[in-house]
């Protein structure tokens, strides 16, 4: 199967005094399989609100494309798109790195090492080495591959017996999640997946800062990233190895900071 892209055209919510009805136009582009283009449809409780169904998607703990396919109702519906229901935490590429970072450092030595394993028998030495070059350019070269090569490699580590609820949970706002009570927390390979790669090819641990170079996003001196104020990153400390964008991301300050546009 090719490159597959799916792209939510359309979301539909229909408030009723018991039920939140949920209705999702998806795109299929490139090569997808069968069912999945068209509308989606899944009922929720009323105690589900608007705001909690989308934030369950962002996160992946609701997944449209696995419901099943119903056309919304004529008339008397209410068509929201996400970002017109409330405008969605938009992370910088460094503040996605460290999200990711975070997510590696969660799991127990004997989680990564077994999902590293599981990477390599998974992803030969030459796309390893792709995969390196790309996520030291960018922060989020995984994007364009979720929907295909980045599902099938989550998927891959659940068929190896590395199942979610072995996994940290992470807090969103979903039913049933408490944000003082871990254990209530979802638990999803969505969140770390993308973690696991980084890690096993050599992003986080093992990886040796080069002078000139932020060692979390890759950026430099002629490539310098944003803050998320439009402006560019200068270095955080001395070594040139970390920049500013980067240190934020992390809440990591140091007071030796030399800046230059990094």
Request: glycine share 8%; net charge negative.
């Amino acid at each position: 199967m090719g490159q597959c892209k799916m792209v939510y055209r359309e979301i539909r919510f229909i408030l009723e005094e018991e039920l939140t009805q949920v209705y999702v136009a998806i795109e299929a582009q490139g090569d997808c399989p069968l069912g999945i283009q068209g509308w989606h449809h899944r009922t929720f409780p009323a105690t589900r609100s608007a705001l909690d169904v989308l934030e369950a998607m962002k996160h992946g703990a609701e997944d449209p494309v696995l419901w099943p396919q119903e056309a919304p109702p004529a008339g008397g519906t209410e068509m929201v798109s996400l970002e017109a229901m409330r405008p969605l935490p938009r992370e910088t590429p460094a503040e996605t790195r460290a999200r990711h970072r975070a997510s590696w450092e969660r799991l127990s030595p004997e989680l990564r090492a077994r999902a590293v394993r599981i990477f390599e028998e998974w992803c030969d030495s030459t796309n390893r080495a792709w995969i390196r070059e790309s996520a030291l350019a960018n922060p989020l070269w995984w994007v364009e591959s979720h929907l295909s090569a980045g599902m099938g490699f989550r998927n891959y580590l659940r068929d190896q017996g590395i199942l979610d609820d072995q996994l940290p949970g992470t807090f969103y706002a979903v039913e049933g999640a408490d944000p003082d009570d871990p254990e209530t927390w979802p638990k999803n390979w969505d969140d770390y997946y993308v973690a696991v790669i980084e890690g096993a090819v050599g992003i986080y641990d093992g990886f040796v800062p080069v002078p000139g170079s932020c060692s979390v996003c890759g950026c430099d001196q002629q490539h310098a990233c944003s803050s998320g104020t439009g402006e560019p990153c200068s270095w955080a400390n001395a070594g040139r190895t970390l920049c500013s964008a980067c240190a934020e991301a992390l809440e990591v300050r140091s007071p030796e900071g030399d800046p230059g546009q990094g």
